[in-house]
Each structure stands twice: as C-alpha cells, then as structure tokens.
C-alpha cells in the first residue's frame, strides 16, 4: 500500500527536520540506519494530511514524541491518530521528558513493539520487506 500525502507538506517535513528538538535527535539516533530490527525508519514524514514525527513503512508504525503543547492538542492528536489507524498505521506515543531522560529504554519499548508485531504487520501489509542489520 503506498500512502499519499498533501504535497505542501513535503517543505514543512524539510523545515521540522531542520529543526529538531533535542528529543527527536536523541531518538533519531536510535532509529536509523536500520538499528532496530532492521527496519528504516525515516524522520519528519509527511502522510495523508499530517507529519509524523518517524514512520518504518515496512512496519505500517508511526512513532510520536509528545511535548508541551500537546497537552493543549488533546481532540486534535485524537483526530489525527484515529485517521493514521485508519489507513492501517500503529502510532507508538512517547513525552519527549521519557526520551530526554532515558532514550535506551525509549529503544527498548520500540523494539519490544518490533519483535511482537513484525511478522503480524507485514503479513497484513505484503508489499512491505525487511531490512537486514549490517
């Protein structure tokens, strides 16, 4: 299944990468180049109407950090998850202060996600592949 995405938010997505909060790099360097599981997670991506903050499409899993002004975007978060579910994604939701204060056991709970859901994801999703670690 490819997911579409509103154009104009390909500029925003650069923008947001540009300017990442101390608990997205954290997380980042966690994520990429296929630490976790073998998968590609990729940052700042645009899908349907919103960003996600990281999404491994081979696993249909979007991942969230949530930090202050989330308190305040309680109905919006709602909304967008239940559309993001809808097209068959999983959101995985942490506050940014969990990733500041302890990004390996962040890790550790992705992961533990990857190696209970993997086989499921991509039997329901059979276009996506994995990734061997190097």
């Known amino acids: 299944m490819r997911l579409s995405y509103n ?33 590609d997670f990729h940052r700042q991506k645009p899908i349907d109407e919103y960003i996600v903050d990281f999404f491994a499409a081979d696993l ?12 305040l975007k309680g109905a919006e978060d709602e909304a967008r998850q239940r ?16 990733v500041r204060a302890n990004v390996e056991a962040v890790a550790r709970a992705i992961d533990s ?6 086989d499921r994801r991509q039997a329901t999703h059979p276009g996506a592949s994995r990734h061997p670690s190097s």
């Open 7 to 39: 154009p104009r938010l390909k500029q925003l997505a650069r923008e947001l990468r540009k300017r990442s909060t101390l608990a997205e790099v954290l997380l980042w360097q966690q994520l990429k180049g296929g630490q976790l599981g073998g998968y």
């Open 60 to 71: 249909m899993l979007a991942i969230e950090l949530d930090g202050g002004s989330h308190r």
């Open 113 to 118: 996600w990857i190696a209970a859901n993997a």
């Open 83 to 98: 559309r993001l579910e809808a097209l068959g994604i999983h959101v995985l939701r942490f506050t940014e202060a969990a």
